[in-house]
């Protein structure tokens, strides 16, 4: 272990309209974590949240990634897997969301 597990605040930056100046919106807990594998390979990983466990493991897939013996592993067995899920959970946003969709430009006036 280089560095970490450790838990810190970085500031999330916004901007109104998505193209407004940039403003300070507020502040982030983030995790973590700086590996050297007995190879020599140095992983870092970053998480969202509290949760240092996770911070650490994510460093430890960034420097398992790195090494060509191991590479096709980790995209196969936890990269691909991931983007699979997170694929299916932002269709199924996106389908609750079209569920209660208003057009209002097919609705119907009082006054006329």
Known sequence: MLRGPEIGLVMV???IGGG???FNLGEATVSRATVRLDSGLV???HVLGANLKRAKLAAIFDALWQDEAHRELVETQLLGPTATRIAE???KKSEEVAATRVDFF???RGED
Do not use: N, Q, S
């Open 13 to 15: 930056r916004g901007r």
């Open 20 to 22: 407004g100046a940039p």
């Open 43 to 45: 992983g870092h990983g």
């Open 89 to 91: 959970e932002k269709r």
């Open 106 to 108: 097919t609705m119907v």
